[in-house]
DNA sequence: CCCCCCCC
């Protein structure tokens, strides 16, 4: 078997020039910092011609190398890479080349020798010859760049890495260089937050950079968080330099990078005014709302849906800090079948419009449990985009308008027993419908204020087995005894029970009920035993009876769960107590909801 | 230099 290396790419690569999918051959590794999350390799690769070893495997390829997928004499097509030209202490410039993917063509204990006779590949080598240019093309080299008018002050920059007209990639920074220059797009921006502890107060914003070679994080602190927050923008793209680089620590950030920066009063940031859409966007790695159940609580997503409801703002105070919150839950579906509660916070909560039913796009949220359910919660970090214009939004929108609105879904975010949130609160029909009440094994159950609308008097009453333990309806024998099938035995007396039907109806929609006894008593104001009576003896008075308690208003409690009779499936709402309005506590709830809707002390 | 990401 034998290998075609691309002889000759290293030459032009390692002068700036352009290679497409260069094929190479690893003939060595090296850790060259740290261990752990700090792990770096640099690889010495062949194109059969030259050797080198300035070339460094990005992060993410780490694993390949310490699986031993890739190894000494594999034989690999190098997908994306970029070049730069770092500045080492008294030893001029040095080119590097940093593998951003690659394909194992061979492994190496396939190949199992080196290839061709590549002599080592120098500086000197490069220098001594004239620069080989390919035609341009894709978009592998790093971009010409001109310099915009620097901002604040020109001063301020290092003229030698701006007149070098490159940039460097973010994969490539480490805190032991800091000479360079980054393009980058800004992914997201946290708001501003202070802080005070032992060790001093102060405010700080931080946000997300990307580039084609990686992330990384940026934190900006005190002076430097006033100078530039209203500057930096999400999604624009700017230069940076002379910011400080140390460790990441892993623990509080998801990027992919093992560095952080940090703004110092050095750090220049300027805007870049020409054409950046060669430059990557927010990467998205969506996951179907329906495959969410299955992940672990606090795993960090990606997901995208059209907003089915949306629930009114929320103030609350946090217990442990006595922080205010804003928050808001959104109610997103997608085509996977799937419905999932997005909780948005702070501005994001008050400033959503849920008008449209727009597709939120959100990147970076982060699951979290309660009571047996899952939802998403969005963090600083979390990037949301409304109806963003992008082929899976367009997609959805079709999905959605089109059907899609009308379908069952399955809310992963539905409570699982107990009532509604485990709490008193009183909800509307279309949050029942929205939170997908009563679609889980075990039934919801939920507390609401509704208007009984009509009752069915017909069958309401029944006579039924007097055992104290047993309610079965009994079968008249037309002999003056009653049996009862669940007792096997006949009685001479009976007591009355109730079922009613009922319709209840609140402002965002109606139900079909059905009362047991206890709570059909109070709902039509006299006992069972009243009511049978007056079934057999008094049947104006009975038929008035159900028209009297039209519109009278009750606070529900109701159990959700889908039957089926007959091969008809449908949502059966029981109430398991309904109760006059204490109307005391009735305002004080609509207070509380006005407040939070309006914000205004009521 | 933060490291909180909330609540039911």
């Given at each position: 078997?034998?290998?075609?290396?691309?002889?000759?790419s290293l030459e032009i690569i390692m002068n700036g020039g352009q290679y497409?999918?260069p094929?190479m051959?690893v003939l060595g590794s090296k850790k060259i910092q740290g261990s752990?999350a700090n792990e770096r390799f640099r690889l010495l690769v062949s194109d059969?011609?030259h050797s080198h070893s300035f070339a460094m495997l990005a992060t993410q390829l780490h694993?390949?190398l310490?699986?031993?997928?890739?190894?000494?004499?594999?034989?690999v097509?190098i997908d994306r890479f970029i070049t730069s030209l770092l500045k080492m202490t008294g030893k001029g410039e040095k080119r590097v080349m940093i593998i951003l993917d690659l394909?194992?063509?061979?492994?190496?204990?396939?190949?199992?020798?080196?290839?061709?006779?590549p002599k080592t590949w120098s500086e000197e080598t490069a220098s001594s010859k004239p620069q080989p240019q390919q035609?341009p093309?894709q978009n592998h080299a790093p971009a010409p760049m001109s310099m915009?008018?620097p901002?604040?002050?020109?001063?301020n920059l290092d003229s030698s890495i701006l007149n070098s007209k490159m940039t460097h990639p973010i994969a490539s920074l480490s805190p032991y260089q800091n000479k360079w220059v980054i393009k980058v797009r800004?992914?997201?921006?946290?708001?501003?937050?202070?802080?005070?502890?032992?060790?001093?107060?102060?405010?700080?914003?931080?946000?997300?950079l990307c580039d084609e070679s990686g992330e990384i994080r940026a934190?900006?602190?005190?002076?430097?968080?006033?100078?530039?927050?209203?500057?930096?923008?999400?999604?624009?793209v700017y230069y940076i330099s002379r910011c400080s680089l140390k460790t990441a620590?892993?623990?509080?950030?998801?990027l992919k990078n093992d560095y952080e920066m940090s703004f110092t009063?050095e750090t220049v940031v300027a805007?870049c005014?020409?054409?950046?859409?060669s430059m990557p966007?927010?990467?998205?790695?969506?996951?179907?709302?329906?495959?969410?159940?299955?992940?672990?609580?606090?795993?960090?997503?990606?997901?995208?849906?059209?907003?089915?409801?949306?629930?009114?703002?929320?103030?609350?105070?946090?217990?442990?800090?006595?922080?205010?919150?804003?928050?808001?839950?959104?109610?997103?579906?997608?085509?996977?079948?799937?419905?999932?509660?997005?909780?948005?916070?702070?501005?994001?909560?008050?400033?959503?419009?849920?008008?449209?039913?727009?597709?939120?796009?959100?990147?970076?949220?982060?699951?979290?449990?309660?009571?047996?359910?899952?939802?998403?919660?969005?963090?600083?970090?979390?990037?949301?985009?409304?109806?963003?214009?992008?082929?899976?939004?367009?997609?959805?929108?079709?999905?959605?308008?089109?059907?899609?609105?009308?379908?069952?879904?399955?809310?992963?975010?539905?409570?699982?027993?107990?009532?509604?949130?485990?709490?008193?609160?009183?909800?509307?029909?279309?949050?029942?419908?929205?939170?997908?009440?009563?679609?889980?094994?075990?039934?919801?159950?939920?507390?609401?204020?509704?208007?009984?609308?009509?009752?069915?008097?017909?069958?309401?009453?029944?006579?039924?087995?007097?055992?104290?333990?047993?309610?079965?309806?009994?079968?008249?024998?037309?002999?003056?005894?009653?049996?009862?099938?669940?007792?096997?035995?006949?009685?001479?007396?009976?007591?009355?029970?109730?079922?009613?039907?009922?319709?209840?109806?609140?402002?965002?929609?109606?139900?079909?009920?059905?009362?047991?006894?206890?709570?059909?008593?109070?709902?039509?104001?006299?006992?069972?035993?009243?009511?049978?009576?007056?079934?057999?003896?008094?049947?104006?008075?009975?038929?008035?009876?159900?028209?009297?308690?039209?519109?009278?208003?009750?606070?529900?409690?109701?159990?959700?769960?889908?039957?089926?009779?007959?091969?008809?499936?449908?949502?059966?709402?029981?109430?398991?107590?309904?109760?006059?309005?204490?109307?005391?506590?009735?305002?004080?709830?609509?207070?509380?909801?006005?407040?939070?809707?309006?914000?205004?002390?009521?």
């Amino acid at each position: 078997m034998s290998y075609q290396l691309s002889e000759g790419s290293l030459e032009i690569i390692m002068n700036g020039g352009q290679y497409d999918k260069p094929i190479m051959q690893v003939l060595g590794s090296k850790k060259i910092q740290g261990s752990g999350a700090n792990e770096r390799f640099r690889l010495l690769v062949s194109d059969g011609k030259h050797s080198h070893s300035f070339a460094m495997l990005a992060t993410q390829l780490h694993d390949k190398l310490i699986t031993g997928e890739l190894s000494d004499y594999s034989v690999v097509q190098i997908d994306r890479f970029i070049t730069s030209l770092l500045k080492m202490t008294g030893k001029g410039e040095k080119r590097v080349m940093i593998i951003l993917d690659l394909t194992i063509i061979a492994p190496g204990s396939q190949v199992g020798k080196t290839l061709g006779t590549p002599k080592t590949w120098s500086e000197e080598t490069a220098s001594s010859k004239p620069q080989p240019q390919q035609a341009p093309k894709q978009n592998h080299a790093p971009a010409p760049m001109s310099m915009p008018k620097p901002v604040p002050a020109p001063a301020n920059l290092d003229s030698s890495i701006l007149n070098s007209k490159m940039t460097h990639p973010i994969a490539s920074l480490s805190p032991y260089q800091n000479k360079w220059v980054i393009k980058v797009r800004v992914m997201s921006k946290s708001p501003i937050r202070t802080w005070s502890n032992a060790k001093g107060e102060g405010k700080l914003f931080s946000m997300d950079l990307c580039d084609e070679s990686g992330e990384i994080r940026a934190t900006a602190f005190k002076n430097e968080c006033d100078k530039f927050y209203d500057m930096i923008q999400v999604d624009n793209v700017y230069y940076i330099s002379r910011c400080s680089l140390k460790t990441a620590n892993k623990r509080f950030s998801t990027l992919k990078n093992d560095y952080e920066m940090s703004f110092t009063p050095e750090t220049v940031v300027a805007e870049c005014t020409e054409d950046t859409s060669s430059m990557p966007g927010i990467q998205y790695d969506f996951i179907p709302i329906n495959k969410i159940a299955d992940k672990d609580p606090d795993t960090i997503l990606d997901v995208i849906g059209v907003c089915k409801f949306a629930s009114d703002m929320q103030e609350l105070t946090a217990k442990s800090t006595g922080r205010l919150l804003k928050k808001r839950e959104v109610t997103i579906v997608d085509s996977s079948g799937g419905a999932v509660v997005l909780t948005l916070w702070g501005n994001e909560a008050e400033s959503f419009d849920t008008n449209g039913n727009p597709v939120i796009a959100a990147k970076g949220t982060r699951i979290s449990e309660f009571n047996g359910s899952k939802s998403l919660s969005c963090l600083n970090s979390t990037v949301l985009r409304f109806n963003p214009d992008m082929p899976e939004a367009h997609a959805l929108r079709g999905w959605y308008d089109n059907g899609g609105a009308d379908l069952d879904v399955v809310n992963i975010s539905a409570k699982v027993g107990g009532y509604s949130g485990g709490s008193n609160e009183w909800i509307t029909f279309a949050e029942a419908e929205s939170r997908q009440l009563g679609s889980g094994e075990k039934g919801d159950y939920y507390s609401m204020l509704g208007v009984l609308t009509f009752t069915f008097s017909d069958n309401a009453v029944y006579k039924a087995c007097p055992q104290e333990a047993c309610n079965k309806k009994l079968v008249d024998q037309e002999n003056g005894l009653f049996r009862c099938e669940k007792c096997n035995r006949e009685f001479p007396n009976y007591k009355y029970r109730i079922l009613l039907a009922a319709n209840v109806s609140d402002p965002t929609g109606d139900q079909r009920v059905t009362a047991f006894n206890e709570s059909a008593e109070v709902m039509l104001g006299r006992s069972a035993d009243e009511i049978g009576r007056m079934f057999e003896y008094d049947k104006s008075g009975y038929s008035q009876l159900f028209d009297d308690v039209k519109f009278k208003t009750f606070v529900f409690k109701f159990r959700a769960k889908m039957e089926t009779y007959s091969d008809e499936t449908r949502l059966k709402t029981t109430v398991i107590n309904a109760q006059p309005v204490d109307y005391k506590e009735g305002n004080a709830r609509l207070l509380k909801s006005i407040k939070s809707m309006t914000g205004v002390d009521v």
